[in-house]
């Protein structure tokens, strides 16, 4: 059942040549299990047959029915056999790949890692490639029995009684025809059915998130209209999609069964035997092996769906898979010191869209010195964050850390020198003195402490934790409140001692007492490196020494702050915006007395 | 077997008469076919006895049979055609009817992406289990066992071979369901530890990449793929043995049958037409059973899906206390409230007695994990408390509809949610049956009129298209226009500039005052500074009202709130410090 729709499976499997032979032997044993099936029911029929001799012999008798044992179970052994060793391929292929996407992953630009989005990748990593487990692992023994089951079957009845072949061969190639005609993909069809589902999905997505607005507005009547119609649309494209299978499908359901080639079989042996064409046990053995052809079909029938899946989820393997690599350097450069400088940058995320993101940037951030961009949002501001520990390449322009070309570093020495600080704080599952230490792998026990103390973390790991350093953070650290799982990443930066720091302030703090201790925490790691912060809040960076704003991509002016307030342009006019959100309240009707 | 059964009824919803009348259909063709084999004892027996006269009549009453057969099988797969997709839209509204309508706790406490797998592929899973799988289960399970009969009848002692091994496959296949029970659980829990290091590999790679840990031998991620891999084959290999227990059972069982046969034929115990016929009927016997045996795995994931389908479907909505009246007047209050959250054991509110007068501002402060949050989403009962009364106006909250007692209260979350629609619909969510100018209105009062028409097609921009386009102050307004649309007596506020930057928090304050004017207001504020004009704050601190009182009198007194207002002014006036360019 080798058919062209397979490439994509076969181009993954090709991947790893223990996985390739694996599934060659599983081949194998499936096709001398389908032979061995045939060659024991064809002894079942010798034995019976030795039963019309005149004198039939008790000895004879017990060799066939011998031989039938040891042919039936060669047949379930190694077709068990086969099943095994597939699955235990598939299990390793599963491995391989995965390990193979974690490589691609961290050799293509951070940034197109960070835009696929974790939820994507994690779909493909997991589910795809466990899809594949249908074809490599369940469809694979039944691939082989198919193959040599019919073969040996024809062949056996072909030299036993070539008569009765040619009624079997009235049904076989008609139920060959009808089952590769189901098990077409209809592309076309398929690709609607599944932008159907992907529709359902989005709008369950929909649904069960917006959840709690849906409630307290509209008792859900909007929104369970939303999800009825992508429901609707849903039934009516696979209404429409069975509609055009339906015929191949009812066929295949009438005649990829014994039955009919039997009803053959015995509606030719009939006449045959009334002219003694052929004897009784050769009919015999016709309406034991007869509809083993058909047989070894059935099971696929049931698995081309899963088969048609695995198909699906390879594609997306592959895509993946091809996702170029980001450049490395041939002679890589080692940075000296820290200062960074965006030079004549240019930057879009697509070349088809419009203006550029970035155009022309110049920022000098000498080392050692703190650099503040702000601006409105869309401005372009994360972007030169991102530009710095290269999550993508400029299109224009340069970037340098420490005096070298980013594009002339490798990318893990990068970032080494750059500690990346975001709003959203990244913790792995593990102790809270692993998380730390990730910074810095081999940190001893008085480093990790020691960056925790500089990060305002020591305190409330040792008295609040009920194990300390040791006390599990839970997944994605769930179990730390929003404050402390930033001061553990800021510990981790501190650790790692990279000398230039990329910090997104956070816009909101989850309680007063730890806003606090994090500004602490940033003080300290700030101190003596070079910094780049996007500020969200002016009052922050009223002391550092250069300010640049950002808007629609472009610099638009940059200095100190009393220089900028001065100029009465762009930061004048934020600055003031930011003066009167600070001073708004809520305020109650004081006519009602509590 | 019953609670599968049960579970494919539930699941069929209203297609179960449909469904019921498909399995009977399916036994009845099982029966056909076990007939059309049973034909081949008189029709076997009449030819070694040369009666070819007789023998045609066996072959044609064969054939009729064989198209009886195929009719019914092919009725019995029209239900796929006109009902697999039926069924799965039922199942899917009544999914999210149920999920519109049950407490909102137990909603939070089911993950999203578990749901989305329930209404998702469980759905089509389980779909074609009704469909498929069901009826090739009768028909795998049926025909044996009337072969089992037929050959029990034409031979008694060969008929009990056949019945010994069946009774010898029961505890085999019990104990290949418990094994592979067993595994499944093992490999979810395995798939759900390698998802979530995926995950976390994937938002953590440029840490991983700094210090060498990311790549094909990234030790975080190896050690949970070689974990999965084990978890698999270990669940595969255990359930492998109990299945080549049964496939070697099913083929000895025929051989001991021709073996027995041949035996009584050679003793003249039996004639040799009859053995030919119980042969031919012994490999059918044969056949089916084993591909039973393959069929286990589809079989078991249909049935997975089937059972959370179930336990979702079995959510019940909160109960609502009889005596409820509409409220028509707002103000709040809270009498010995008791709140623990299902699956924790320490009360996150404790005797909280509150009260918010109607047309007033009450904020609610206090460290994270305090239980502000908790109180406003008991106000709108997102669950029951254990203990004490929520009163709206007067009345017992518990006694009204959720549905009737969220047309009194608006919310404003710190997260927006905007569906993939128009901003007009999204906005007319407020008040489905406003009128376009009222909306308009609301847009303006929210602050977002202005830059909604500066949109190119205005208020028909599907926010799916401009998505990221949208600024979260831009969302924030959007949501909030909602709420004045809405026009609710009773409006609460979960820190709902706190995620702004200071470009957009100036326009979103100012719809918030739009919003909040002369309604029953309960605001979660973090930054103290916000709410020095209320009427009445709430220090709230391990699940009580530590302090209250207004700004001025809380800050006089030695306590909670006034450490906090001290710390919040000590961070506001902290700034990153300017560094000495190094030489």
Redesign the interface.
């Known amino acids: 059942m080798s058919n062209s729709g397979m490439k994509p499976v076969s181009d993954l499997v090709a991947l790893s040549p223990g996985v390739r032979g694996q599934l060659t032997r599983a081949l194998a044993l499936g096709a001398l299990g389908g032979a061995a099936g045939v060659a024991g029911y064809v002894c079942v029929a010798m034995a019976v047959g030795e039963l019309f001799a005149a004198q039939p012999s008790a000895s004879a008798l017990a060799w066939w029915i011998s031989f039938a044992l040891v042919g039936l179970v060669v047949s379930f052994g190694s077709r068990w056999l086969a099943e095994q060793v597939a699955h235990h391929a598939s299990f390793e292929l599963e491995v391989v790949l995965r390990r193979r996407l974690a490589d691609a992953l961290a050799k293509m630009p951070l940034g197109v890692v960070q835009r696929l989005g974790s939820g994507r990748i994690k779909k493909v990593m997991q589910d795809d490639v466990a899809a594949l487990h249908n074809v490599v692992a369940d469809a694979m023994p039944f691939f082989g029995a198919v193959a040599a089951q019919p073969i040996a079957a024809l062949i056996a009845l072909g030299v036993v009684q070539w008569k009765l072949l040619l009624a079997v061969l009235l049904v076989v190639p008609v139920a060959m025809i009808s089952f590769s005609l189901m098990a077409r993909d209809y592309a076309a069809q398929r690709a609607k059915y599944n932008d159907a589902n992907e529709n359902v999905n989005a709008a369950v997505v929909e649904f069960v998130q917006g959840m709690p607005v849906v409630r307290t507005f509209d008792d859900g009547r909007t929104s369970f209209r939303r999800f009825t119609d992508a429901v609707e649309a849903f039934t009516a494209a696979i209404g429409a999609w069975t509609a055009t299978s339906r015929t191949a499908s009812v066929f295949n359901k009438l005649v990829i069964v014994p039955l009919p080639t039997l009803l053959v079989i015995a509606a030719a042996g009939v006449p045959m035997l009334a002219t003694e064409w052929i004897t009784a046990p050769e009919l015999l053995l016709g309406l034991l092996i007869g509809a083993m052809p058909i047989e070894a079909i059935s099971p696929l029938m049931h698995l081309t769906n899963y088969v048609n899946d695995s198909k699906a989820g390879a594609v997306r393997i592959n895509e993946l898979l091809a996702i170029p690599p980001l450049p490395e350097p041939s002679s890589p450069k080692a940075p000296q010191g820290s200062a960074v400088s965006l030079t004549g940058v240019t930057f879009s995320y697509s070349t088809d869209r419009g203006a550029p993101v970035l155009s022309e940037v110049d920022i000098e951030i000498p080392a050692g010195s703190v650099c503040a961009l702000v601006g409105p949002s869309g401005s372009g501001k994360s972007t030169v964050a991102r530009l710095i520990p290269r999550f993508y390449d400029v299109e224009a322009g340069s970037v340098s850390v420490g005096g070298v070309d980013v594009r002339e570093m490798r990318s893990d020495v990068l970032l080494q020198h750059v500690a990346l600080v975001f709003q959203d704080p990244f913790l792995v599952e593990g102790t809270v003195a692993e998380n730390i230490r990730l910074g810095k792998p081999g940190a001893t026990d008085e480093e990790v402490r020691a960056a925790a103390r500089a990060a305002a973390a020591h305190d409330f790991i040792v008295t609040e934790l009920q194990d300390g350093y040791d006390s599990q953070v839970g997944e994605r650290g769930g179990r730390l409140s929003g404050g402390q799982r930033q001061r553990v990443t800021i510990a981790r930066a501190i650790l790692s001692d990279a000398q230039v720091v990329v910090l997104d302030e956070a816009t909101a703090f989850t309680d007063p007492e730890s806003e606090a201790a994090i500004q602490d925490a940033i003080a300290r790691l700030t101190k003596g490196r070079t910094v780049l912060v996007i500020a969200h809040r002016l009052s922050t960076v009223v002391d550092v020494d250069q300010i640049v704003v950002l808007d629609g991509g472009k610099v638009v002016e940059r200095g100190k702050h009393a220089e900028l307030v001065a100029a009465n342009g762009r930061y004048a006019a934020l600055w003031a915006r930011h003066e009167q959100a600070s001073s708004w309240g809520l305020t109650g009707s004081k006519e009602v007395k509590l | 077997m019953k609670r599968i059964r049960r579970l494919m009824m539930l699941a069929a919803g209203p297609y179960a008469p449909q469904f019921r009348a498909t399995l009977r259909i399916s036994v009845i063709a099982s029966l056909v ?1 076990a007939a ?2 049973a034909v ?1 004892i008189p ?2 027996a009449a ?2 006895a040369g009666r ?1 006269g007789e ?2 009549s066996w ?1 044609g009453a ?2 009729a049979l ?1 198209v009886i ?2 009719a019914l ?2 009725r019995e ?1 029209a239900f ?2 006109d009902y ?3 069924v ?2 039922a199942t ?2 009544r999914l ?2 149920r ?2 309508s049950m407490p ?1 706790q137990e ?1 939070n406490r089911r993950a ?1 992406g578990d ?2 797998t329930v ?2 592929s469980n759905v089509t899973s389980a779909a ?1 289990g009704i469909s ?1 799988f069901s009826t ?1 289960f009768v028909q795998l399970v049926t025909v044996p066992a009337l072969l089992g009969v037929v050959v029990l009848v034409v031979d008694w002692r060969l008929g009990l071979v056949l019945v010994a091994a069946t009774i010898a496959a029961i505890p085999l296949v019990r104990k290949l369901r418990a094994l592979s029970n067993a595994g499944f659980r093992r490999v979810d829990e395995a ?1 759900a530890g ?25 030790e ?3 050690s949970v ?2 974990h ?2 084990e978890a ?2 270990v669940s ?2 255990s359930a ?1 043995v109990p ?2 227990a049964l ?2 059972l099913v ?2 069982a ?2 001991a049958l ?2 027995l046969g ?1 035996s009584f ?2 003793d003249a115990r039996l004639s ?1 037409p009859l ?2 016929a119980v ?2 009927t012994a ?2 016997f044969a ?1 089916p059973l ?2 039973a045996v ?2 286990t ?2 079989f078991e994931m249909s049935e997975a899906a089937l059972s959370r389908i179930g336990s979702v479907l079995a959510v019940e909505p909160l109960p609502v206390r009889p005596g409820g009246t509409a409220p028509t007047s707002f103000d709040i209050t809270f009498d010995k409230v008791g709140f623990t959250y299902d699956g924790r054991t320490s009360p996150v509110l404790h005797e909280v007695d509150l009260v918010v ?5 009450t ?1 609610l402060v206090g ?3 305090s239980g502000k949050t908790t109180v406003t989403k008991l106000i ?1 009962r997102f669950a029951d408390p254990q203990s004490g009364v929520i009163r709206l106006g007067g009345v017992d909250v518990g006694s009204l509809e ?2 009737e007692l ?1 047309r009194h ?3 404003v ?1 710190q997260d927006v ?1 905007l ?3 128009t901003i007009l ?1 999204n906005i ?3 008040r ?1 049956d406003a009128t376009e100018e009222e909306i308009i209105a609301a847009a303006r009062a929210a602050n977002v009129h202005a830059f909604i028409s500066r949109l190119p097609q205005g208020y028909r921009t599907r926010v799916g298209e401009i998505g990221s ?1 949208l ?3 831009e969302r924030q307004r959007i ?1 909030i226009a ?1 709420a004045i649309l ?1 026009d609710a007596p009773v409006v609460l506020l979960d ?1 709902p500039t ?9 326009v979103v ?1 100012q719809a ?2 739009n919003l ?1 004017r ?1 309604k029953t ?1 309960v ?1 979660i504020a ?1 930054r ?9 704050i709430l220090v709230i601190d391990g699940g009580t009202v530590a302090q209250r009182g ?1 700004h001025e009198e809380l800050i006089t007194r030695p306590g909670r709130y006034a450490d ?1 207002w001290s ?2 002014l ?13 030489p």
């Open positions: 076919q059309a084999y081949f029709l076997l030819l070694s070819f023998a045609w072959v064969l054939a064989v057969e195929g099988r092919v797969g796929t055609y697999w997709h039926l799965t839209g899917r509204t999210g009817d999920l519109r909102q909603l999203a749901l989305t209404v998702g074609t498929s090739l798939n390698a998802a979530s290091r995926i995950v976390e590999y994937v938002q953590g790679l440029p840490v991983f990449k700094a210090t060498g840990q990311a790549g094909a031998d990234s975080r991620l190896v793929f070689t999965q891999q698999n084959a595969n290999r492998s299945v080549a496939q070697f083929q000895v025929v051989v021709v073996t041949a034929v050679l040799l053995l030919l042969v031919v490999a059918r056949e084993g591909a393959t069929m795995k589809l007068p109607q047309r007033s501002l904020a460290p994270s994990g709108t959720p549905a969220l209260i608006a919310v979350f949610y569906f993939d629609d619909a007319a969510m407020g489905p386009a600024s979260g102050g949501s909602r809405k820190e706190a995620a702004l930057d200071t470009e957009s928090e100036v304050q918030i005052d909040v002369g207001v605001v973090h103290l500074s916000t709410v020095v004009g209320a009427d009445q207004t906090m710390a919040q000590r961070a506001r006036d902290w700034q990153l410090p300017a560094q000495p360019a190094s």
